[in-house]
């Protein structure tokens, strides 16, 4: 498994700046200005025109807490957060019968104590006045509140701090309840279908989320199959396929590179095109917190993979999947483990000098054909974005090739032409050249 340090990520990711934001911009510590009056919460909620924040706190009964001395952090969702929340539920929540529903949301954006941006950034959560935890992360080095991105952050108050969000931070409930208020209707029915309901309650668990468009956007028929009584024991693997051990924040799944999930297979976690995503999928909002877990939203449904040795036979790769199996390669690279493979293409083989190719395929030369196979795998999972980070490569015979990012992604002088295909097992890289002898 590959590690990185947090500060590594921050400096090399590319910056999350467009995931889950609703358009709003970072701004500096504005906090009244040079000559303008000192400010309680209060008054900066009317100064920064958070207009929608200012009459629920009004509606709450909470006037007087946030203009009193004191000393506390309050998470601000801007005017546009909350009208991205579903259509009538600010209207519900200001009426008086819910006031104690607007008092305890209300307090999950308060925390007791002044936390600047930079003492966030080194925190993982915080306890809300609420009483609920909240998930503080920074993959790409973009600050988030559970799945709330900061974007006006340090604002000073005579009280405390002002940081704006830009999505109103709901309090944690269970990750079924989760998805049922947010709307995953054939995720949870999918769920129901497969006798997971259970699992998937008072345990700690991250889930990756499929939306109902990601479910329509199947190919025609495949969900009726998942639905399907006699399919239930695919439906089961391909739920538990989107399913981690464990609280995993994105920032987490980042560090790692990739993970086991509860069938053992990997998932991989990168930033790529401003976005997070796992086994390449976009998840446009991630760290979801419920009592009992993690929710990642996924745009679309993860592709089920499967082990090294069939990923070859999936490409095409009829050559090297040979070669694999006559050096007895085949069964560590059907099981489970941490695997790189740069997969010379049929290309490749075919532009390799025949006697070598030959001496390759001849059942007695077991040294030479392991050294050659070895000369192209690593004992370790790493996605062409880790790679990218390296300045060499030690390879499983012991060989080192230096990486080189200048002109696309070389790996001693070889581009890699398909690089990223996901395996339960690790990743294989496909290259239109084998990797030069010493």
């Known amino acids: 498994m590959f590690h990185e340090r947090k500060s590594l990520v921050a400096a090399l990711i590319l910056p999350l700046a467009l995931v889950a934001c609703n358009g709003s911009n970072d701004t500096p510590n504005s906090g009244g200005g040079g000559a303008t009056a000192p400010r309680s ?43 991205a929340l579903p259509a009538g539920e600010l209207q519900r929540l200001l009426e008086p019968a819910n006031v104690n529903e607007l008092r305890a949301l209300l307090f999950y954006h308060l925390v007791d104590g002044r936390y600047p941006a930079a003492t966030l950034e080194g925190l993982s959560s915080l306890m809300s006045l609420q009483g609920a935890d909240l998930t503080l992360d920074s993959p790409g080095g973009v600050l988030f509140v559970n799945d709330a991105r900061i974007v006006a952050k340090d604002v000073s108050a005579t009280n405390g701090l002002l940081h704006e969000v830009n999505s109103v931070l709901t309090p944690p409930a269970s990750l079924l309840a989760t998805l049922d208020t947010r709307g995953f209707t054939i995720l949870l029915d999918l769920i129901d279908r497969a006798g997971l309901t259970g699992a998937l309650t008072g345990g700690n668990l991250t889930l990756i989320a499929p939306t109902d468009a990601a479910f329509n956007a199947l190919p025609a028929g495949r969900l ?95 050559t090297l999947a040979g070669l694999v199996d006559l050096a007895g390669l085949d069964v560590p690279l059907s099981a489970q483990g941490t695997y790189t493979l740069f997969a010379p293409s049929e290309a490749a083989f075919a532009a390799l000098d025949p006697l070598l190719l030959a001496a390759l395929q001849d059942p007695v030369n077991q040294a030479q054909r392991l050294d050659f196979l070895q000369r192209h795998l690593i004992g370790d999972a790493l996605q062409e974005v880790e790679i990218a980070r390296r300045d060499d490569l030690l390879m499983a015979n012991g060989q080192t090739f230096l990486v080189d990012i200048s002109n696309g992604l070389s790996v001693g002088g070889v581009p890699v032409t398909n690089g990223d295909r996901f395996a339960t097992n690790g990743l294989a890289h496909v290259i239109d050249a084998a990797l030069p002898q010493p």
């Not at 095109?273 to 999928?281: K, Y």
């Open 224 to 318: 009726d199959a998942l639905r399907d009584p006699m399919n239930q024991a695919e439906l089961i693997d391909l739920l538990s396929f989107h399913i981690l051990p464990g609280r995993v924040t994105a920032l987490e799944l980042l560090l790692e590179g990739d993970l086991p999930n509860l069938l053992g297979d990997l998932l991989f976690g990168c930033v790529h095109g401003n976005q997070f995503r796992v086994n390449g999928t976009a998840c446009p909002r991630f760290n979801l917190p419920a009592t009992d877990g993690f929710l990642h939203v996924s745009s679309a449904v993860l592709d089920r993979t499967a082990p090294l040795r069939q990923v070859l036979a999936d490409l095409g790769l009829t």
């Open 41 to 83: 919460l209060l008054e900066l909620l009317a100064a920064r025109g958070l207009t929608t924040l200012a009459d629920a706190v009004h509606a709450a009964g909470l006037d007087a807490a946030l203009d009193a001395a004191g000393s506390l952090t309050l998470f601000a969702p801007t005017n546009d957060a909350f009208a």
